[in-house]
T-cell receptor, first 115, second 115 residues
Framework: DQQVKQNSPSLSVQEGRISILNCDYT??????FLWYKKYPAEGPTFLIS?????DKNEDGRFTVFLNKSAKHLSLHIVPSQPGDSAVYFC??????????????FGKGTHLIIQP | GAGVSQSPSNKVTEKGKDVELRCDPI?????LYWYRQSLGQGLEFLIY????????KSGLPSDRFSAERTGGSVSTLTIQRTQQEDSAVYLC?????????????FGPGTRLTVL
């Protein structure tokens, strides 16, 4: 049973446009969400996070939106740049476990920025 | 400073052999996590260490898997009598403390192929 779902395996966006990556979750105990970015042959690198007490968090070109009632979050990248081409993983955490449950990851979305 | 390192980067082994994967976390990080990513899947949480202690081994896929951490630093993940389904990328991450909100920093992973 997949608790974090990224339903788009890949997404192609033109350079300069907005990229929107979506993520849905089923476990209502999740209260902290993260996005990681992964280049080939490298480990995932942390991008941005959001606590369930917020509905938006912004960091430069990256904004994460959280809709708790819909159990949905999205990552917006604007404007998209060629270096943004990577696999993006959505991850969730139940912080009541204090980190003992690790992070639950989606399968990832491969973002391709076209020139 | 140095990030999380893992060795070997690639390991090809024959079915039935034992393998040992190594993780060097960021210096001073007390929490260490192991994940694996099978082909086409998201990252699957395996086990965490708080210092040298791993209180919960229930995430390990089978009793052929074991992990240890010594000196609060290096960790090894051992797979005995490897099977083809063990083929995956094994990722290690560390964070300053065990917390549901602390950023986990990932190593580049070890790609294990069991023939």
């Amino acid at each position: 049973d997949q608790q974090v779902k990224q339903n788009s395996p890949s997404l192609s966006v033109q350079e300069g446009r907005i990229s929107i990556l979506n993520c849905d979750y089923t476990n209502s105990m999740f209260d902290y969400f993260l996005w990681y970015k992964k280049y080939p042959a490298e480990g995932p690198t942390f991008l941005i996070s959001i606590s369930s007490i917020k509905d938006k968090n912004e960091d430069g070109r990256f904004t994460v939106f959280l809709n708790k009632s819909a159990k949905h979050l999205s990552l917006h990248i604007v404007p998209s740049q060629p270096g943004d081409s990577a696999v993006y993983f959505c991850a969730a955490s139940d912080t009541s476990g204090g980190g003992a449950d690790g992070l639950t990851f989606g399968k990832g979305t491969h973002l391709i920025i076209q020139p | 400073g140095a990030g999380v390192s893992q060795s070997p980067s690639n390991k090809v082994t024959e079915k039935g052999k034992d393998v040992e994967l190594r993780c060097d976390p960021i210096s001073g990080h007390t929490a260490l996590y192991w994940y694996r990513q099978s082909l086409g899947q998201g990252l699957e949480f395996l086990i965490y260490f708080q210092g040298n202690s791993a209180p919960d081994k229930s995430g390990l896929p089978s009793d052929r898997f074991s992990a240890e951490r010594t000196g609060g630093s290096v960790s090894t993940l051992t797979i005995q009598r490897t099977q083809q389904e063990d083929s995956a990328v094994y990722l290690c991450a560390s964070s300053p403390i065990l917390s549901g909100t602390d950023t986990q920093y990932f190593g580049p992973g070890t790609r294990l192929t069991v023939l």
